[in-house]
């Protein structure tokens, strides 16, 4: 049984719009076939909320598999995920054969970490391998109840997000620069806290690039500030200064009256943001400062994009660090699902080193925290129940 995260966006008809986190997966698939497995797919798809709904059925995918798999291999789609007819259907299946169970989530089971769903799972297998990156840091049932009752072990995508993020962030080639944007520091506070004591240098954009200004007693409009975070980001200075951390803010912004993509704009320097309006996106001066900032680096890490890019008057500061990343000659990683989207809509994904698929993972990651889903592979596999396969 292969974990994936096929957690993958669909239109209105239910084609799916992106299947970047399916072709991720396809090294460890292909590796299994070679070794002529029988292949179970489990996966999740939106939030049904643990009741059977056809709008989040893996159908869509199964039809992507088989594209992507050819027709040499016949893909299955079955009835649910655990039971006796999905039994039937595994021991109809000939090796070199792939099958996805139905949305794990149709099961509230599943998010409950429930052992004897659990235990059904494993149950349909010999082996588990884990490959859902993206969903590593949820204690679901798939994720690490399964582990107490077979063997398991990384899949080629999990080692290869841990291993790049590893090089990134403990163990990167110096200098090492973290870009981060999105709305509130109180988000991020734990990932700032842990890169304060690990980076070069952090370029601050986005609205949280607000309370730090206001910290430091200057005005910002009507731009997102967290009040309560003020005394929380002046020690977070503190820390960054002790560190030898270098923290760059933006020097100037794109302003508007209101959150709206037709309003009027202008750009103005941090110290001169009106009293009525709204700072959308960094200025082409903190663009300026931030590239040179980027130039010596060996490694970047970019999560959080520096506007409200879903509007093309304030994309125009995320987009020139997407240009400015892909022409660097460092090491990128970037993650987190705005970030992801920005290099997918600049069509710039294949420029940058290294694209994490799962944005919470990457997140828990970055604040130093520890993956449930990763840390039971060495954790469980040692306690296994005696009546289960052993690997050989």
Same mark, same amino acid.
Do not use: Q
């Given at each position: 049984m292969v974990r994936t995260d096929y957690n993958v966006p669909l239109d209105d008809e239910g084609n799916i719009t992106d299947d970047t986190r399916i072709r991720a997966t396809l090294p460890t698939i292909n590796y299994l076939l070679d070794e002529e497995a029988k292949v179970?797919? #489990?996966?999740h798809l939106g939030r049904p909320e643990g009741k059977i709904n056809p709008k989040y059925s893996l159908k869509p995918v199964v039809r992507r598999l088989q594209r992507f798999l050819g027709e040499k291999v016949k893909v299955i789609m079955a009835e649910d995920c655990i039971g006796p007819k999905v039994k039937k259907q595994i021991e109809e299946m000939h090796?070199?054969?792939?099958?996805? $169970? /139905? &949305?794990?989530?149709?099961? +509230?089971? /599943? /998010?409950? &970490? =429930? +052992?004897?769903?659990?235990? /059904? $799972? #494993?149950? $349909?297998c010999d082996v588990l391998i884990q490959d859902a990156f993206g969903n590593c840091h949820r204690k679901h049932a798939s994720m690490i109840g399964i582990d107490g009752y077979v063997p398991s072990a990384a899949g080629f995508l999990l080692k290869k997000e841990i291993d790049y993020f590893e090089k990134a962030v403990n163990n990167p080639m110096r200098p090492v620069v973290a870009l981060l944007g999105g709305a509130k520091v109180s988000d991020k506070i734990k990932i700032l806290e842990n890169l304060a004591k690990k980076m070069d240098k952090i370029l601050i954009g986005g609205a949280m690039a607000f309370t730090f200004l206001k910290a430091q007693g200057f005005g910002v409009g009507k731009s997102l500030v967290e009040d309560s975070m003020l005394d929380v980001v002046k020690n977070l200075m503190d820390i960054s200064k002790k560190n030898g951390t270098k923290l760059y803010l933006p020097v100037d912004f794109v302003v508007a009256e209101n959150f709206d993509g037709q309003a009027e704009t202008k750009v103005v320097p941090y110290q001169e943001i009106p009293e009525k309006w709204i700072a959308l996106d960094i200025g082409p001066a903190t663009t300026k400062l931030f590239i040179e900032a980027l130039q =010596? #680096?060996?490694?970047i890490v970019w999560n959080g994009p520096m506007g409200a890019f879903e509007f093309d008057a304030f994309s125009r500061g995320t987009y020139a660090m997407v240009d400015a990343v892909t022409t660097s000659h460092a090491s990128t990683i970037v993650g987190g699902g705005d970030t992801d989207m920005a290099f997918h809509k600049s069509g710039k994904t294949h420029e940058v080193t290294f694209i994490s698929t799962g944005g919470g993972a990457f997140l828990k990651l970055l604040e130093g925290g520890e993956l449930p889903g990763v840390a039971s592979l060495s954790d469980r596999r040692r306690s296994v129940r005696s009546s289960s396969p052993s690997l050989s």
């Open positions: 179970i797919i #489990a996966s090796y070199g054969d792939v099958i996805v $169970l /139905e &949305n794990l989530r149709f099961h +509230p089971g /599943e /998010e409950k &970490n =429930d +052992p004897v769903f659990a235990k /059904e $799972l #494993a149950s $349909l =010596d #680096a060996k490694t």
